[in-house]
């Protein structure tokens, strides 16, 4: 919407133009009807009084001057503060004429002076508008003085003439004032509209962008107003206006009921697939009345786990600091001890296994150690928006070289869908790189298939992109999937069991999820749902 910025003199908006082309139609429509008047047969008094010809001439001319100015308004021949002046003399020649052709200001055609001051001294500056009035009044004296001194009536009527004099100067002065604040109040109130129409797009901008889910919701459960974030979040269409909300999520239309019948439960998180984020919905009255609807708030919980995650690593960073220096010193001994007994010539081999199982329990113990020591004392994320599938190249090539592995071994199925992802490169390098070692252990060469397989994707569930990382293993059973993300578990003899639960930490301490996904057809798929790449660095942070 634009600013007008309306003068009232010099201006050719089409908020002046139209004012003066009403006011030249009524001057045509006055003038036609004088006009008629005196071509007519039938008795006219006043008007047409004391010279008949005089008033018919004028009212031809006053009528051919209208239509001269209407075409002069229509093509703008003239600049709006010329075209005003003209309009009044017009009007100033042509009605003092016809009221001195009807018997002078007895006539009562000086009044229709008013009407014209009126209206043009609404289109004029101030003091333009007491110069038309005193005209005005000057006219109207001058007449009755030059009636007078040439006796063209039986009377003269000053007294009169001066009380419309006074009216059209009074009128000028009135006239101005109105339109100059009505001129005002239309500006503030435009510049009011103005104000209302961005405050009502920044809120709605501030609102469709807002991380946070936002729903209204009425007395029936139906959904009046959702957000970008909401739709995301709930994976849905985002025309869902109007439909009710159980269609869209039956788990948050129970919450809503439970809320709304005053239990005081307290709202529980909810997934609307496998791999979307934890959703922790609020709900909020609008208004006093329960006929108001609700309002929704619908909270990605990632953000609070992260903050909760820190903590603990900051705890649990407080807690190794101070044991570990006392497990290691007798650890250090202990392994120290049984190499020193492997190495005594008169130890039989019963005893020498022994000593060999002591030290490879004592590596195991240090390297849980160095792994929660390491988990602690980890960099805070620091993601960043990059291409993922430049990136696996690069990736899959130093894997290939360190792990002396044949380029057939590893095989990416890219997907066009899956370009941008957000997280920290190198703790992505670091948890792809801890599954690509799992994966090696658990899945045997074949001819003529990769032993590990890397997909790249796009979640329809949960709107964002996702990376797999699946071997040919036996896969894992579903009472140990139920575990394999806990610290300390594993399912191996030598495994510390905190590979996986590393992995996973690093993946939610960047809004990342790391899932295990069954394969139907045998294996493990292992998932990294990536955050939202519409959400930036410091929304993580």
Request: proline content about 4%; aromatic content about 8%.
């Amino acid at each position: 919407m634009d600013a007008r910025n309306f003068t009232g003199w010099q201006t050719e908006q089409n908020n002046v133009w139209r004012p003066l082309r009403l006011l030249n139609l009524y001057r045509m429509i006055l003038a036609g009807l004088f006009l008629v008047l005196s071509l007519s047969t039938g008795d006219i008094q006043p008007l047409a009084e004391h010279n008949h010809r005089l008033f018919q001439y004028s009212a031809f001319a006053y009528l051919l001057a209208g239509i001269l100015f209407s075409f002069a308004i229509h093509h703008k021949w003239l600049r709006f503060g010329i075209q005003v002046p003209l309009h009044f003399t017009a009007d100033l020649l042509a009605i003092t004429l016809l009221m001195h052709a009807s018997g002078g200001v007895t006539s009562g055609l000086g009044m229709l002076l008013v009407v014209s001051v009126a209206g043009i001294s609404m289109l004029s500056p101030r003091r333009i508008a007491l110069l038309f009035g005193s005209l005005a009044a000057i006219a109207v004296l001058g007449e009755e003085a030059f009636s007078g001194i040439y006796n063209h009536f039986v009377a003269t009527h000053y007294t009169n003439t001066g009380i419309l004099g006074a009216t059209l100067l009074f009128t000028a002065v009135i006239s101005n004032m109105l339109a100059q604040r009505l001129t005002e109040s239309e500006a503030l109130a435009r510049q009011r509209s103005l104000d209302l129409v961005n405050l009502e797009q920044l809120n709605e901008y501030i609102i469709q962008h807002m991380q946070t889910g936002i729903m209204v919701v009425d007395e029936q459960a139906r959904i009046r107003l959702m957000n970008e974030s909401a739709w995301k979040l709930l994976d849905t269409p985002q025309k869902v206006n109007h439909r009710p909300l159980f269609e869209v999520s039956l788990v948050l239309a129970d919450q809503l009921q439970v809320w709304r019948e005053g239990l005081e439960t307290e709202p529980t998180t909810f997934r609307t697939s496998k791999t979307s984020p934890d959703i922790l919905p609020k709900f909020a009255r609008l208004g006093k009345s329960k006929k108001n609807g609700t309002l929704v708030f619908l909270e990605d919980i990632s953000a609070m786990a992260q903050r909760a995650q820190q903590m603990k690593l900051a705890s649990l960073g407080r807690l190794t600091a101070s044991i570990a220096h006392e497990i290691r010193n007798p650890l250090g001994a202990i392994s120290h001890a049984s190499q020193l007994l492997g190495e005594s010539p008169t130890l039989d081999p019963a005893d020498k296994r022994l000593t060999q199982i002591i030290g490879e329990h004592t590596q195991r113990v240090n390297r849980i150690i160095e792994n929660v020591m390491s988990l602690s004392k980890r960099d805070r994320a620091a993601p960043v928006l990059f291409d993922l599938h430049p990136w696996l190249h690069d990736f899959i090539a130093e894997f290939v070289r360190s792990e002396q592995l044949a380029e057939a071994d590893i095989s990416l199925v890219p997907d066009d869908s899956t370009r941008e992802v957000r997280m920290d490169p190198s703790q992505l390098h670091q948890v792809t790189w801890n599954l690509l070692q799992n994966g090696l252990r658990h899945s045997p060469k074949k001819a003529g298939q990769p032993r590990l397989i890397l997909q790249t994707g796009f979640s329809a569930d949960a709107n964002r992109p996702y990376l797999d990382i699946i071997d040919h293993g036996p896969g894992i059973s579903p009472e140990q999937s139920l575990h394999i993300f806990e610290p300390f578990y594993t399912t191996e003899g030598s495994g510390t069991g905190l590979g996986l639960y590393i992995a996973r930490e690093l993946c939610e301490g960047n809004r990342a999820r790391l899932d295990y996904i069954p394969v139907v057809k045998g294996g493990s798929c292992f998932r990294i749902t990536f955050a939202d790449p519409r959400r930036k660095q410091r929304d993580i942070e």
